[in-house]
């Protein structure tokens, strides 16, 4: 069995790492470069970089940021925001990242996904999903509705059958956000998590709501190959290792520095 990740995610706007709840009210939460190297020395699986306005605001992601967070990482970066096209992937590819994600791009035009996929390696492709609430299925689970441009725009698509159509199209990850859950530290999203991971076969990494150690286990117990969190490492409230060890106590298969 494939060991389960824990991943820190650094959301930047204007140059700084930012965190809000329910993807609005952010506060600054510090450097990139300092939170970078802090979480690689704090023994993070992988670290996210996500410039969480960028599409909104009709820029790039900064190759310059990605740059200056490369250099202190020795675990694989994944990286998004604003990425619209292939060379977009191969910019954030050649400044140092490892894995680019996509996201609303990719709605707009679903063959992104393939032709970068085709280009670099599904491994290096991750699709990115913020999903939203928004009704009940005949059978009781939740309804999702994929949304873009930082949760600004419901698109109308099912998260579930979006999430499947990625991984057909070559995506190698699936990096899934409650936007309910986002900042609230109630728990992962496990419905939505269950959901996409039941549809797909590639790693799905759950993201929003991580509040305490039962979080990142029950997440890991639906199905989630790796689990997601912001505020909760920035503002120092749970430490990676304690985390690692918990969950290795539990019998989740993960690798804990000694």
Known sequence: MLAKRI???LDVKDGRVVKGVN???LKDAGDIVDNAKYYNDQGADEVCFLDIT???EG?????????RAATELFVPLTVGGGIGSVEDVRTMLLAGADK???NSAAVARPGLISEASEKFG???IVLAIDAKRVGTKPDGKGLFHVFVHGGRIDTGIDAVKWAKEAQERGAGEILLTSMDADGTKEGFDLDLTAQVCAICSIPVIASGGAGKMEDFYNVFSVGADAG??????HYRQ???????QYLQSKGVPIRCRN
């Not at 820029?59 to 740059?67: D, G, N, Q, S």
């Open 7 to 9: 991943i820190p995610c």
């Open 23 to 25: 993807f609005v009210d």
């Open 54 to 56: 960028a599409t909104h």
């Open 59 to 67: 820029r790039k992601t900064f190759a310059r940021e990605v740059e």
């Open 100 to 102: 680019v994600s996509i």
């Open 122 to 124: 599904s491994q290096c």
């Open 228 to 233: 997601l969190a912001a505020s909760l490492f």
């Open 238 to 244: 749970m430490e990676i290792l304690q985390l690692k």
